[in-house]
Each structure stands twice: as C-alpha cells, then as structure tokens.
C-alpha cells in the first residue's frame, strides 16, 4: 500500500517549506528561492545542510489555512508530507500520526508517540496539545524517533512551533478574517523594547469564532429534556488566547525569556452523524451536513481553560552556553458528546442510547530541562543535557450506553453513578546528548543517545457504583507502570557541492508503557500495554537546482515498532489497550519548490507509505451493536461468545494515508505603484486511508481532496494585503472518522469564503 502527503502552501505566502522565513525573515530573492532555517539540532541550521528528514512550514503558510476560522493544528494535515492529524473530539483533542504512526484512541489520559513543543516546551497531555498556534514564525515536522536531543522520548517524530520572538525594534504584525457562518479570526502579534537594549517584549494574540449553523433537529422523548428542534443549535465556537512574552538582555553573556500564556475555549464537541454510513459503502453524500437528531448530551458542550508560562535562561561561558528551561501549564475543562449520534434508532428490534462525557478537574504539568552545548561552528559539536517531566490530573469521565426494551423510555434513566474518577500520573526523567564531527570539508557524521525512564500511575478514585452505591467494580484500583531504556541514533552527511546534500540516518526510540482506566466506567478491569520500540531508517536528498530556482528534496524511510501499542474497543465501545507482536512500514517522502520565473513560485509535495500490523495472534472488536454485527467485515473473524472479533494480521495502521498529494501555485503580478495583484491556490488529496484496525468497507475513505483560492492585492513593500479567500472551495464532505458501532460519520470543516485583510508594521 502507499500513502501520500506534500508540503507547500497557499496564499499569502510561496511553497510550504520553501516559503518559510528563515529566523532573520529575510525575504526571499525575486529571481531564487530564500534559504530556510532551521533548529532541528538545537542550532540554527540551513535547511539543506540538516542530516534528518525536516518538513517546515512558515507562518505565513499556516495563517493562510486558517483564514477561514480553522483550527491551527487541524489545517497542517497533510500539507506536511508524513504528517497526519484527525481528531474526534472537537479542537481540545488533536490526534496526531507521523509516517503512519499515532494512536487512535480518545481517552483523556491516552499517551501518543508524537511529542508536541512549543517554543521549547513539551506539551505531552492530550488537550495540553491542543493549545493553539499563533504569531508563529516557523513549523518544522522531525520525521522519525527523536530523542538525543529533545524533549521526551518519542517513536513518531516532533512537530515543533517556534512563535515570532521580542525584538529590540518595534515589530507588528497582524491577520483578519470574517467569512461564512459568521466565521471570524485575528492573529496578531506586536512588541518593541521597553528599555533599550535591555528589555523587550512582545504581546501575541489569536481570536477565532463561529456561530452555530447545526440544526438539531430531534422531537420526541428525550433523555436530556432537549425534545423541541432547534435551528442552529451547535457547530460554533469562540476560542480566545492570548501570550506575553518578555527577553531581557543585561549583558553580553545572559539571557532571560519569561513567557505566559492563557487559553479560553468554549465551543461544540465533535459531531457525530448517526447511520451517516451504509453497510457496504464508505458513500456519505446523503448525509446532511448541517443537520443533526441528538436526544442527550445538550448540544455537545466544550469548554475548557488553559494557563501556562515559562522561564529560559542562558549564560554563555564562551567556549559553550548553558541553557534552563523551566515551564509550568495547567488546564481544566469539560467535554461532552452524544456519542451514538442520534436519536435512538432501532438497530436488531431494540433502540439504544450512548454519550459520554470527559472532565479534566485539574492538570498540572512541570518540566525542567538543562543543556549544555559547545559553541557551534568548528568541525566539532556536542551537547548534553537532562529531563525532568511531572504530569498530573484528576479526571471524571461518564459514559453510558444501553438499549430498551420499549420505543418509550418509560421513566428508565441512565445510572447517575456512572462515572468514574481517575488519577493520572506520568513522570520521566532522562540524560541526552548528540556530537557531531566533520571528518573532511563535505563528510560529516553524527551521533546521539538517550536514557529515559517513563513511570506511570493511575488511580481509581471513584468506582461506577449502582444508584444506591453499592460497589460493583472488582478490577484493580491502581496501577503503575515503569520502563527505563536507552535511545540513540547515527547519521552521515555528504556535501556533494554547495546544492547538493546525500544523507543516512539510523535510530532507535521507545514510547513507555501506557495505562487505559477508563473501562472502570462499565466496571471492566484496567487495560495496559508495554513500552514499544522502534528501529528506523531514512536515506535522502537535499537539492537546489537551476541557478536557485528550483528546490527538491526527497527522503526514503522504512521502520519496525516491536510491541506495538494498539487500542480497540470492547462490546460497550469502550477503549482497550494491547500490544501486537511489531508493526513494519516503508515510503519516501519528496517536496519541491519551483520558480521558474521570478512572478510565479509553484509548490508540490508527496509521501507515499505502506503499513502493516504483523501479529497472526491478534484480534480486535469489530462493529458490533446489541449482538449484531452492523458493518462489512473483511478480515476473517471468530466469535468469543455473543462477540465477534477480526483478524488483523497485515492491515495498515489505522490513520495512516496510503498517499498524500499537496499541490500549491502563486503568480504576482506587479503593478505601476510598486503593489503587486495575485492569485494563490492549494490543492490537497488524499489516498486511501483505514480508520479502524479491521477492514471493512465502510470505515474507510479513499479520494478525499481540498482546495483553497486567494485573490489579492499586496502594497509596496508588502504593507498590508487584501484579498477575498475560500477553503474548502467546492464543499467537499469528506469522511474523517467514525463511531463503529453506530455506523456514525465524522466530517470535514465546511466552505467558508471571506475577506481577509493583513500587514507588518516596523
């Protein structure tokens, strides 16, 4: 199988990885492209001179996707080759995979092999990666396991977000939209020194909203009191952030950035189309978008608040320079979903009820790391560093699901102790370093290495007792969970000329052992998986071709993850955990940039993968409602009781896109005033895709594409830009999750066309 995604960019800026603004945001040459600058080793590199596969992508690029109102980590799907991210749980619960690997499940407490680091800091709890992106300068995607130098040990990869930083200048800049269904978004940043060469500052801010445009449409007897129909009920949302950020400078050697942020989001879960799927077709046109039959849950509230600040400190002894990040966030919140998505229908001659509902009542995260690295520049570089990580919450998580004997609910009402209170804890620490040696003027190799150890806790603080609290739960209450193991990696790069770079790279990862307590709510015992490890290999080619025009680089990978973490569901739909024996994959990655005269810049970028889950052992639950399988199972399948359960020996990793294709253009025009007229479009597709660990016909998508217009006017020296925009250009309803055993769709955001208006300010 194959699997594809490319990385360039739409309007206002060039290709994605090519239009990127390198840290001095020096614009690129109007006969070439502009150099990219990157910090995948810690450093400040040139793009094409870094010896690991790097997908980038500039703000600029970014801020163009979500003109509209999307959400920021959403709208990278795809548009970084090897780079996936999905989520069915509204913006507080992203879901992200890299090169096919990820983890599907939604449980609040779930681990993912992608680390997430915002200006340094890690943000490792599922709705802490959630905070989103603005005033960002530059996105880079680390492709494969990292850790002799960041973070926490990760199998996947990084996507790593650096934000426009205080200058010692004044600096502004900002971006406006309003478009359909009252669709608003502001991103803006502006700073300036406070006192001159000793302190600046600068204050970053992103407001989105939408109004509601989903009716719901439901009249009847209801669970939750919500029996007359609404005219746009839910589908909107106000997400309110803003950041602070202080650099003070009192001498030549020392450093010190302090950064606060704040998070306000109040808006709709994810909506679930109930029978939005036919057994036997993936086929949902039929299926309204903007219409929905809930008979609980309340419109599916989302709300969640998140705080959080850092402080970094360096002094440069000279010879190397030391570094202190310390960083504190903190989140609590509510979501809540009718997790069936609908009305009660008649499935197998009896109607059925589900919703579920996930409440962080306190998350607390610290992390400390401190580096110490050689002074870059001689044919000799080093660094070495240490880790600590402490994460901490108290979760309620509610659930219920049951079927009646009667259309009517004749005074029945779901168990008000249905819930369960949960105590997660996580806590790592590790030892890192990497050295890197110029062997000759154009050979030069590297090595890194990593000891970690990953520790988790989680306590049942609350059993799901009977509505006269009598305890039924009999599995365990608390477990824990240790694993402690090296990880490393080795790389060469050879120069062949100034425009062309060959490079090799081999490493080793592991994602800790991870703990599912979240069964407890149907009084099911605790389900757990091993660390899993990862081996992988990548080969590539960095290029700039015919006089700087043109940009082509092209990466081959293959891994093998050894106990891999998987996640199923049980006959309730509740989440289990498990391990399969390994899971192989290979592909290539390749993204080119071209401008082949100096009005037009033109972007494409790929990856192709194949997956496969290798275990003749192992099973999963298939889409079974009330003792019926409801779905076109294509694996074999065995029962085990009144539960049917498939194979999943050689099936691709769910989530992981066979191919992904990103198309992007720009022409500019110049005008007699020095301004300049354009015209900039992207075009996204993508290829088969699984979204469960069984096949079937239903649970899959095969085709989805996007695209997005932008026509404008830009000012002389780029001042301001004006221009009419529209994402999602012909409405494409697009399958992007599912709920099995309700044969419930997942969709896409819709076309949004608007005005957008942006400028910098010096």
Same mark, same amino acid.
């Given at each position: 199988m194959l699997g594809v995604a490319l990385g360039s960019v739409l309007g206002g800026s060039a290709a994605f990885a090519q239009d990127a603004a390198p840290v001095q945001e020096q614009a690129a040459p109007e006969d070439g492209l502009g150099d990219i600058v990157v910090t995948a080793e810690r450093r400040s590199e040139n793009l094409q001179k870094v010896p690991l596969s790097v997908g980038v992508a500039s703000g600029d690029a970014l801020r163009a996707y979500t003109a509209g109102g999307d959400d920021t980590l959403l709208a990278l799907s795809g548009r970084v080759p090897g780079l996936y991210v999905e989520s069915t749980t509204g913006r507080i619960f992203p879901r992200f995979y890299i090169r096919g690997l990820g983890n599907i499940d939604f449980y609040l407490g779930a681990s993912q092999p992608v680390t997430i680091i915002q200006d340094d800091v890690i943000l490792e709890h599922v709705v802490l990666k959630s905070n989103p992106v603005y005033d960002v300068r530059q996105v880079e995607v680390l492709r494969g396991p990292q850790g002799s130098l960041f973070g926490r040990n990760t199998t996947a990869g990084i996507i790593k977000f650096d934000t426009n930083k205080p200058t010692n200048h004044f600096d502004s800049r900002a971006s406006a939209s309003v478009g359909s269904y009252g669709s608003v978004s502001l991103d803006a940043g502006v700073g300036g020194p406070l006192i001159k060469d000793l302190l600046s500052i600068r204050l970053s801010t992103l407001i989105q909203h939408r109004e509601n445009y989903v009716d719901n449409v439901f009249a009847g007897t209801s669970l939750d009191n919500t029996a007359t129909p609404r005219k746009d009920a839910m589908g909107g949302f106000d997400d309110r952030n803003v950041r602070v950020q202080l650099a003070l400078t009192p001498g030549e050697r020392f450093t010190l950035d302090l950064s606060g942020h704040a998070r306000w989001y109040d808006g709709t879960s994810t909506l679930f189309h109930r029978g939005a799927?036919?057994?036997?077709?993936?086929?949902?046109? *039929?299926?309204?978008?903007?219409?929905?039959?809930?008979?609980?849950?309340?419109?599916?509230?989302?709300?969640?608040?998140?705080?959080?600040?850092?402080? /970094?400190?360096?002094?440069?002894? @000279?010879?190397?320079?030391?570094?202190?990040?310390?960083?504190?966030?903190?989140?609590?919140?509510?979501?809540?979903?009718?997790?069936?998505?609908?009305?009660?229908?008649?499935?197998?001659?009896?109607?059925?009820?589900?919703?579920?509902?996930?409440?962080?009542?306190?998350?607390?995260?610290?992390?400390?790391?401190?580096?110490?690295?050689?002074?870059?520049?001689?044919?000799?570089?080093?660094?070495?560093?240490?880790?600590?990580?402490?994460?901490?919450?108290?979760?309620?998580?509610?659930?219920?699901?049951?079927?009646?004997?009667?259309?009517?609910?004749? +005074?029945?009402?779901?168990?008000?102790?249905?819930?369960?209170?949960? %105590?997660?804890?996580?806590?790592?620490?590790?030892?890192?370093?990497?050295?890197?040696?110029?062997?000759?003027?154009?050979?030069?190799?590297?090595?890194?290495?990593?000891?970690? &150890?990953?520790?988790?806790?989680? &306590?049942?603080?609350?059993?799901?007792?009977?509505?006269?609290?009598?305890?039924?739960?009999?599995?365990?209450?608390?477990?824990?969970?240790?694993?402690?193991?090296?990880?490393?990696?080795?790389?060469?790069?050879?120069?062949?000329?100034?425009?062309?770079?060959?490079?090799?790279?081999?490493?080793?990862?592991? /994602?800790?052992?991870?703990?599912?307590?979240?069964?407890?709510?149907?009084? $099911?015992?605790?389900?757990?998986?091993?660390?899993?490890?990862?081996?992988?290999?990548?080969?590539?080619?960095?290029? /700039?071709?015919?006089?700087?025009?043109?940009?082509?680089?092209?990466?081959?990978? +293959?891994?093998?993850?050894?106990?891999?973490?998987?996640?199923?569901?049980?006959?309730?739909?509740?989440?289990?955990?498990?391990?399969?024996?390994? $899971?192989?994959?290979?592909?290539?990655?390749?993204?080119?940039?071209?401008?082949?005269?100096?009005?037009?810049?033109?972007?494409?970028?790929?990856?192709?993968? %194949?997956? *496969?889950?290798?275990?003749?052992?192992?099973?999963?639950?298939?889409?079974?409602?009330?003792?019926?399988?409801?779905?076109?199972?294509?694996?074999?399948?065995?029962?085990?009781?009144?539960?049917?359960?498939?194979?999943?020996? @050689?099936?691709?990793?769910?989530?992981?896109?066979?191919?992904?294709?990103?198309?992007?253009?720009?022409?500019?025009?110049?005008?007699?005033?020095?301004?300049?007229?354009?015209?900039?479009?992207?075009?996204?597709?993508? @290829?088969?895709?699984?979204?469960?660990?069984?096949?079937?016909k239903e649970f899959t998508a095969n085709g989805n594409f996007e695209g997005g217009l932008k026509i404008g006017y830009s000012a002389p020296d780029d001042a301001y830009e004006l221009a009419v925009f529209a994402r999602n250009i012909t409405g494409e309803k697009n399958l992007k999750g599912v709920i099995e055993n309700y044969m419930a769709a997942v969709f896409n955001e819709p076309r949004i066309i608007g005005v957008s208006l942006s400028g910098k300010f010096r």
């Open positions: 799927l036919k057994k036997g077709s993936n086929d949902v046109s *039929a299926e309204p978008r903007n219409v929905v039959s809930y008979d609980e849950a309340n419109d599916n509230p989302q709300s969640y608040n998140t705080y959080g600040g850092s402080v /970094r400190a360096t002094y440069d002894f @000279g010879p190397a320079a030391l570094t202190s990040i310390t960083a504190y966030e903190t989140t609590s919140g509510i979501s809540r979903g009718d997790t069936d998505g609908g009305a009660a229908v008649n499935f197998a001659g009896r109607p059925s009820y589900g919703q579920s509902q996930g409440q962080i009542r306190d998350l607390d995260q610290w992390s400390q790391e401190v580096r110490l690295a050689g002074t870059p520049g001689g044919r000799f570089n080093w660094q070495i560093g240490g880790l600590y990580f402490d994460s901490r919450d108290i979760t309620d998580f509610y659930q219920r699901a049951f079927f009646l004997t009667a259309p009517d609910l004749n +005074g029945t009402q779901p168990n008000p102790n249905n819930w369960v209170r949960l %105590h997660d804890v996580n806590t790592s620490w590790a030892g890192f370093g990497q050295v890197s040696y110029e062997l000759a003027p154009k050979l030069t190799i590297s090595a890194g290495g990593r000891i970690t &150890e990953d520790k988790k806790r989680t &306590e049942l603080l609350k059993t799901a007792n009977t509505v006269t609290n009598g305890v039924t739960y009999r599995g365990r209450t608390d477990v824990t969970l240790k694993a402690t193991k090296p990880s490393w990696d080795a790389s060469v790069l050879y120069q062949v000329n100034p425009d062309i770079s060959l490079y090799s790279r081999v490493a080793q990862g592991f /994602r800790g052992p991870t703990i599912q307590g979240r069964s407890a709510v149907f009084n $099911a015992d605790f389900t757990t998986a091993n660390s899993e490890t990862i081996l992988s290999w990548e080969t590539g080619i960095k290029t /700039r071709l015919l006089n700087n025009t043109l940009s082509l680089n092209a990466t081959v990978f +293959g891994y093998r993850v050894k106990d891999i973490q998987l996640n199923g569901n049980d006959v309730n739909g509740n989440g289990v955990l498990f391990n399969a024996d390994k $899971a192989e994959a290979y592909g290539m990655e390749a993204e080119a940039n071209w401008k082949p005269v100096p009005n037009l810049t033109l972007g494409a970028g790929l990856s192709l993968l %194949h997956s *496969a889950i290798r275990d003749k052992n192992v099973y999963a639950q298939v889409c079974i409602l009330n003792g019926v399988v409801v779905c076109t199972v294509e694996d074999p399948t065995i029962k085990v009781g009144a539960n049917t359960f498939a194979q999943i020996d @050689g099936n691709p990793l769910p989530n992981a896109p066979e191919y992904n294709v990103d198309l992007t253009a720009r022409y500019d025009q110049p005008l007699g005033n020095g301004g300049r007229a354009f015209i900039a479009g992207d075009f996204n597709i993508q @290829g088969y895709t699984q979204f469960v660990l069984y096949k079937t």
